[in-house]
């Protein structure tokens, strides 16, 4: 076996070991195709590394044979990391151990929704600091750091190109914090990392393919195609928000026209209310969504043309991936109307007809530190890539 | 070596092999990743089966250490396949042989546009027959069939959800076709194989992730993504002609609202000029297209509007996949509107912006013999699976 493929075995078999959480070596090696007797070799090199650990099923029952099972599962305490979500007015951080199990988080307020990259590394080495603490540890202690923010992120480049949370473009912020912190750091877009929420924690555990669009201030989309997040060539894939759902239409802040989020995001519905109430408007999405159910026709016909241009946006997906599942994900209470059982029927009419269901569609509500969680997730991850290529270093 | 891993790696052997036409072991191992020793193991058995063959470089070449440099290449008489394209009125085949090279090709022409699955079977069988006769074998030669046809088909599953071919919906089009014919048949969306030409033979080698988009009587999509043909859950994405582009937009033949088709097929273009002439209309596409080159305002109006949405819908396909390359290919001149030279700054004009480079977009005209060659290049790729399937159970 050359040390790539050793390499490459290695990492077949934690990522089996993680997804099925606790798993016998002989079941490990039907599901990853491994022999066993390299199943058995591997393992045993990772059990004395620390990195997976031996668990006795149920406290002495004994299998068919009369022996005791025996599963493998990842060693928690192997190495720490953190997952930061960097938002429009907050930093949450969540310390994860190698098992996915959540040490300890810690949220702290932004005044700005932008600054220069040296403040925001250190406002961010701050949250992470506060976080460790929490878990009793120092943050020289975490293995790696991953960080997801909203914006046209390269991830293999750890580059910035465009960010709301920035004041420049094109900002080399990876390797920025990754000085700032003297750790290993992972960066990538917000809706990236919730796909890899949904898939390691979430909705999207064992589905193959799978699209996730989140609703905050923008529409954000990520997209796993064959257990793997799909990123395009130059990272800029999934730009759910900026697809166009109207030729020469709503002008957008990207300052293109027709884009789906100058129809739905927050913004596009207070322009749209500005005329409500007398031209007073309305003060706050809130008000705009109390409005509609109250019956006013202004307020619910703003809300009606951005559910059906989410619908059709969604339509779109579907008609392009053909995925198994679509998790509609959002923290806002306010995006409710996104969310609402017409959607299904909105999008059923706008795919390709054929006697097959169509993708299962369903809404996932969740907080800051569930993106923070995926960002730990993404940090686990390149914590794994790092300790295999160290080892293979080694051994080479 | 477990018995999967040994077929994976003859696979990959296989394929590299294919990929670079000539290749010397050591390299071979390089490029795959797998040991120089298992590299020679399998190409031996390979080569005593006659997949492969050894080729000498140059005419006695030799290299720095004075022996002249062996080569592996695939053995073309190793197997023999057809590749068919069944367009509206016509069927084309090629029979190419297991280095891809074209032996003969064959085209018969049809007076309907649709019939019965079975009358279908036997105009494809007779096609197939008459190819393999020119290129000297009988069709009980051949090792296998791909077949390519426009509708929406699930090609893991063989079956015809729906074709303008076929006079009926959900039609087990593929098993059809094998009883029919007596051989191993392979059955994909037409676009599907157009991907796979170009992947093979054409501008997407050595592309990584490519979209193609094909231009004909409709508008189809093949999506290749980390080298392979990704073709949805349910075997039906890559619908690009059913995306919407216009919520509400026009009637079309799909029964939906403001598909991309609606806008952009020939259908459509001769829809919005009934009105032209005064009433009178135009007899043909090329009519149109002349009346636009001559200045003709509405003429030119109808023709604008459709390169204009043409270019919003590639767009976003650039916005979502963020693809290395974008192939437009279609036999017709009279997509020439589609494929301008404007389309180009129409598309850069709506993609979201980072300072990167845009995909490239190129123009491929081709004929049906080229669809025909994909159709093969399917069949060659299944023939392939089918041998080191049936060499694993000999084994096991």
Redesign the interface.
């Known amino acids: 076996?050359?040390q790539?493929?050793r390499t490459?075995s290695r990492r077949v078999i934690l990522d089996h070991i993680r997804r099925a959480g606790r798993i016998a070596r002989i079941d490990l090696?039907r599901a990853s195709?491994?022999?066993q007797a390299t199943v058995t070799t591997l393992t045993a090199e990772m059990l004395r590394q620390g990195l997976i650990e031996e668990v006795a099923e149920g406290e002495g029952k004994a299998t068919r044979r009369g022996r005791p099972r025996v599963d493998l599962k990842l060693r928690g305490d192997a190495h720490l990391v953190a997952g930061v979500k960097i938002a429009g007015r907050s930093v949450s951080v969540v310390v994860l151990d190698f098992e996915g199990t959540q040490r300890a988080h810690h949220k702290v307020p932004l005044a700005d929704l932008s600054r220069p990259p040296d403040a925001l590394g250190w406002i961010v080495r701050q949250a992470v600091e506060a976080a460790a603490g929490k878990a009793g540890v120092r943050l020289s202690q975490l293995s790696g750091v991953g960080v997801g923010i909203a914006g046209?992120i390269?991830a293999l480049a750890g580059l910035c190109?465009?960010s709301p949370s920035l004041d420049r473009?094109?900002v080399a912020f990876r390797d920025l914090l990754s000085r700032t912190l003297a750790l290993p750091v992972f960066l990538d877009n917000d809706a990236n990392l919730v796909a890899m929420a949904e898939q390691y924690f979430g909705a999207g555990r064992g589905v193959?393919?799978f699209v996730v669009v989140t609703v905050e201030a923008g529409v954000g989309?990520g997209?796993v195609?064959?257990n793997r997040l799909?990123?395009?060539?130059?990272?800029?894939?999934?730009?759910?928000g900026?697809?166009?759902?109207?030729?020469d239409g709503a002008l957008c802040r990207?300052?293109?026209r027709?884009c789906l989020e100058a129809y739905v995001a927050d913004y596009a519905l207070m322009r749209e209310a500005q005329i409500l109430n007398g031209g007073r408007g309305v003060p706050t999405i809130d008000a705009l969504l109390s409005l509609a159910r109250s019956g006013d026709q202004m307020a619910g016909s703003i809300l009606t043309r951005a559910t059906?241009?989410f619908a059709?946006g969604l339509?779109?997906?579907v008609?392009?991936?053909?995925?198994?599942l679509i998790i509609v994900a959002g923290e806002q209470l306010q995006s409710e109307h996104l969310q609402s059982d017409d959607m299904l029927e909105l999008i059923r009419?706008?795919i390709?007809?054929?006697?097959?269901a169509p993708?299962k569609v369903i809404r996932h509500t969740w907080d800051d530190l569930m993106w923070a969680q995926g960002a730990g997730a993404f940090a686990l991850d390149g914590v794994l890539d790092l300790t295999l290529k160290a080892e293979t270093d080694h051994v080479a």
């Open positions: 076996m050359s790539d493929q490459r090696a195709g491994i022999s046209f390269d190109h465009w473009r094109n193959t393919n989309m997209i195609l064959g799909y990123r395009g060539t130059r990272g800029c894939g999934a730009e759910f900026h697809t166009k759902v109207q030729l990207c300052g293109q027709g059906r241009m059709m339509a779109n997906i008609n392009i991936f053909d995925p198994q009419a706008s390709v007809e054929v006697d097959l993708p």
